[in-house]
């Protein structure tokens, strides 16, 4: 079965880079696309970007630009989101989740805390 | 951007009951349109996708409806289970991907 297991939570200062990754299994890795999402504390869901499955090109939410990178290792089917400039708001829940056919998200990371503070 | 937009904000619903939950695009998605629910502490899961096609292993309690900018979640019986928040999600246009702010579903 698909399966998405994400790094767990990191604690950063503001100013500060993370990488979170996420490593997938039970399908052909470069198939299907990686998103990440967001989810800041009692709020919604944000896209944030997504990985190709065929080549790894990468499509990014204009408001991420310039701040996000999200690289993969074919070799062992993980994904990775590296945020940098970390402020108090990137405070959130952030999720992997699968593309379908770059349409819709058919199977998600358990999600990985990242904490901003001084 | 697309922006979509949730209704209710917050619905009461007694179990067994049938539960609405609403969304509109901004503009024409077609049937470009995705149902999660997420519950607390957990990731979102998919529950509709094609405006009306229920996902793998969804109970058919569960149905989608409409096209273009209205489109309706229904839940039929409800559950205990189904109490949690829903949101809508377009793939017609994107980047980026947008999605609506939920609905909670909360127990009457």
């Known amino acids: 079965q698909v399966q998405l297991v994400q790094s767990g939570t990191e604690v950063k200062k503001p100013g500060a880079s993370v990488k979170v990754s996420c490593k997938a299994s039970?399908?052909?890795?470069?198939?299907?696309?990686i998103n990440w999402v967001r989810q800041a504390p009692g709020q919604g869901l944000e896209w944030m970007g997504l990985i190709s499955g065929q080549k790894g090109n990468t499509n990014y939410a204009q408001r991420f630009q310039g701040r996000v990178t999200m690289t993969r290792d074919t070799s062992t089917g993980t994904a990775y989101m590296e945020l940098r400039g970390l402020r108090s708001d990137d405070t959130a829940i952030y999720y992997c989740a699968r593309a379908y056919f770059d349409w819709f998200f058919d199977s998600w990371g358990q999600g990985s805390p990242v904490i901003v503070s001084s | 951007e697309i922006v979509m937009t949730q209704s209710p904000a917050t619905v009461s619903v007694s179990p067994g009951e049938r539960a609405t939950l609403s969304c509109r695009a901004s503009?024409?998605?077609?049937?470009?349109l995705a149902w999660y629910q997420q519950k607390p502490g957990q990731a979102p899961r998919l529950l509709i996708h094609g405006a009306s096609t229920r996902a793998t292993g969804i109970p058919t309690r569960f149905s989608g409806s409409g096209s273009g900018t209205e489109f309706t979640l229904t839940i039929n019986s409800l559950q205990s289970e189904d109490f949690a928040v829903y949101y809508c999600q377009q793939y017609h246009d994107w980047p980026p991907y947008t999605f609506g702010q939920g609905t909670k579903l909360e127990i009457k």
């Open positions: 503009q024409s998605v077609g049937s470009n």
């Open positions: 039970g399908y052909t890795f470069t198939n299907f696309g």
